[in-house]
């Protein structure tokens, strides 16, 4: 087997290329948007102790255990076109999540936080806290040490992180299909073109393509996160 | 000049201190548990007391009575620590300008190449933080919290993980770091070696309560009796001015109040005065100026207090001419059989080779 007899393996129709582009688009957007509440909620679980710290550690960790169709609907109950929440965000500042990409990008990011959060909240727990009393006996407010200290050393689990998370966030599909539903172009991501392809007759070297390109997707990010975090490691080593 | 007066409770542990000082180098000593590196922290504003005041040449830093707290970052404090918390994802050069770059330009009276130059630190600029030695990391760290320009220095245990040679080295950067930029030094230690060479007061504690206040020589040979240190860490300091040195033989002689004291070293830092540590292990008591004996040293005084218990040990404390005290340790058979009492006159004899020039420090040139 040559290049060329790959090549029409290769050739995606333009509803899977709108799904490819529509997939890294929504899992990019959620990444993009949960990382730094995630950083923030991370380093609050490290480093505060605060009453309710038990609870939201369990609410975030959720997504993680329950069936990801419960998660999309309970999204649903909360932000659908006819739900308080969704409605007043509607009528007041126009945002509306539900059967768009929006939502699709707020499914996967609600499914993906718990496995971003992790590795940010252990770098953070790894790092000796005298390091900020340091800072902050040199002149550095809270700001400044958590910015030019904490984070930068908190940098290997925030990659780490960042990437698992939009991982997750590629593959994510029973909350997004139970919230967002497949709409063609609007909602329908690699593993919802995935299930429809399983479902149409025909369809099945179809679904391997893509299947194939999820995979690789993913395995990029694992291998690209392994290496940044031992880049990471030698570096904090001083090497 | 330093003033606090605090009280605080963490669980079990209760701190109460009150203290002032003007002392340029003034050492917080107890054993571990006493408090000291809580006191510490609280001069440094990393801990809130409970109630209190703490200030500094006269900025109040903290009054509860008045809601005042000034946080760490604004006192401008530097802090060094015992495992010196340098930054490790920053290269040297990063560490040691990080508290210049929050010091407001007007205030920053601490020159860069004054710092490399007398900790000595100008090879490692390039070098990350991690791969330094552990007295390479102190002497960073002291740089570090002195480009801050600060009004003081606050040193917690900065020498207890470092080996032998690397305390006398870093003993004789804060002399010079005391002598060239005159910034206060509050030294936290429980090495009676440290305390003795480099500070010209110290605050006793014990169990969260100040025990004892004044001058190193004589506070901490009455609190080290009952350490666990037990007659090895009865240690006296005496300071002189050095003398003459002999180049027939290799020694130099120093000029004390009471006599010579002869070292088997070429002690080197010129016109200053200095200061020798010594053990009252290696303290000897004659009647007489003997002249038939080994010992060159013998420094005259006499007894003023003679500390003994069941036990077979007494130590014996002798006024030196000139005021300073040394510590004899002998045992109580000879106490008995030379007839020793308060009062009596007495020579005290030190071997030369007891004294090595690393346990000379450079004494205070000028105390305020």
């Known amino acids: ?239 | 000049m330093i003033a606090v007066d605090v009280t605080l409770k963490r669980g079990e542990f209760s701190l109460e201190a009150a203290f002032e000082s003007k002392a340029r180098i003034l050492a917080l000593h107890g054993p571990s548990g006493s408090g000291k590196t809580t006191l510490a922290h609280l001069v440094a504003g990393l801990v809130a007391p409970d109630a209190g005041r703490i200030a500094i040449n006269g900025a109040r830093l903290v009054d509860t009575a008045q809601r005042l707290n000034v946080p760490p970052e604004k006192r401008r404090i530097g802090l060094v620590f015992q495992d010196a918390l340098l930054f490790p994802h920053l290269d040297v050069r990063t560490n040691i300008l990080f508290g210049r770059f929050f010091t407001p330009k007007a205030e920053r009276r601490v020159p860069f190449d004054a710092v490399v130059e007398t900790l000595g630190v100008g090879h490692l600029l390039r070098r990350r933080a991690g791969a330094l030695s552990g007295g390479e990391r102190q002497r960073v760290g002291l740089a570090r919290a002195l480009l801050c320009s600060p009004r003081l220095l606050v040193m917690d245990e900065p020498m207890a993980s470092l080996d032998y040679d690397r305390r006398q080295e870093i003993m004789t950067l804060i002399e010079r770091l005391r002598d060239e930029f005159s910034i206060p030094i509050l030294l936290v230690s429980h090495a009676a070696d440290e305390i003795l060479r480099l500070a010209d007061e110290v605050v006793s504690l014990d169990r969260g309560r100040i025990v004892a206040q004044g001058l190193p020589s004589e506070t901490l040979a009455a609190a080290s009796r009952i350490t666990e240190g037990g007659r090895f860490s009865v240690v006296s300091a005496l300071e002189a001015q050095v003398g003459a040195f002999d180049a027939r033989y290799g020694v130099t002689r120093l000029d004390h109040p009471a006599g010579e004291i002869v070292v088997a070293a070429h002690v080197t830092n010129g016109e200053r005065k200095v200061r020798a540590l010594i053990n009252a292990t290696d303290v000897a008591l004659s009647h007489r100026k003997p002249a038939d004996i080994s010992i060159r040293t013998a420094l005259e005084g006499k007894i003023v207090a003679i500390d003994e218990d069941d036990g077979p040990l007494a130590f014996v404390h002798i006024e030196l001419i000139g005021g300073e005290r040394l510590v004899s340790a002998a045992t109580r058979l000879s106490v008995d059989a030379m007839n020793l009492t308060v009062g009596s006159a007495i020579f005290t004899l030190v071997k030369s080779v007891a004294l090595d020039e690393r346990e000379l420090g450079a004494g205070a040139t000028a105390r305020e």
């Open chain 1, 1 to 239: 087997m040559t290049l060329s007899d790959l090549a029409p393996f290769l050739e995606f129709s333009p509803p899977e290329l709108t799904a490819i582009i529509l997939s890294l688009k929504v899992a990019g957007v959620a990444t993009v948007a949960s990382l730094p509440v995630a950083v923030f909620i991370a380093y609050a679980l490290a480093r505060w102790r605060f009453p309710g710290h038990a609870a939201l550690n369990a609410i975030i960790h959720l997504p993680l255990v329950m069936p990801p169709v419960v998660t999309g609907f309970a999204l649903l109950l909360l932000l659908g076109r006819k739900a308080p929440l969704g409605a007043f965000l509607a009528d007041h500042f126009g945002i509306v999540f539900a059967f768009r990409w929006t939502g699709a990008a707020l499914a996967a990011a609600v499914m993906s936080f718990p496995l971003m959060i992790r590795p940010i909240r252990l770098s953070f727990e790894s790092i000796d806290e005298r390091l900020g009393l340091a800072a902050r006996s040199l002149g550095a407010n809270r700001l400044w040490t958590f910015f030019l200290v904490t984070l930068p050393l908190a940098a290997p689990g925030v990659i780490v992180g960042t990437i698992l998370g939009f991982a997750k966030a590629l593959g994510e599909f029973g909350a997004t299909i139970t919230f967002v539903s497949n709409i063609p172009g609007e909602t329908r991501t690699i593993p919802s073109a995935i299930y429809s392809l399983t479902q149409t007759p025909e369809g099945d070297a179809d679904a391997l393509r893509l299947a194939a390109v999820s995979a690789a997707i993913a395995i990029t990010a694992l291998v690209v996160s392994e290496i940044l975090q031992k880049r990471a490691d030698a570096t904090r080593a001083g090497r």
